[in-house]
């Protein structure tokens, strides 16, 4: 949910260590209405990273409640730096390079999935 209204994606949900592990690597295309949660048991500072990631991703970093907490917009492709926030947060969805400025996204706004409460 953003000022502009509600966002509707499917996304692909990363619970095991394996899915976690692959996330997105080596996806050549991801459709504008399509991401994936990496949801976590308990809130903790999240680190993600690009490595074998072929296309650019936008990150929101989402806390229990599923406010966004941090936005960080067109990772780049391959790259091994590590990519974080510091807040703790319960889940990271990955979406599209570019798809969080589109769509209005922003620090602040809410994502609504059982993974967060409210």
Known sequence: ????????????????????????????????????????????????????????????FIDARGRIVCVRAKAVPQSLDFISCDKPVKGVLEIGGGQAAARGIVVGDTVVHATFSR
Do not use: C, S
């Open 1 to 60: 949910r953003t000022a502009g209204g509600r966002h509707w994606l499917n996304i692909y949900l990363a619970q095991t260590d394996a899915q976690q592990e692959q996330g997105l690597m080596f996806v050549r295309a991801l459709p504008a209405d399509e991401g994936m949660l990496f949801p976590l048991p308990t809130p903790r500072i999240m680190t993600m990273w690009m490595k074998n990631t072929l296309i650019p991703l936008d990150m929101l």
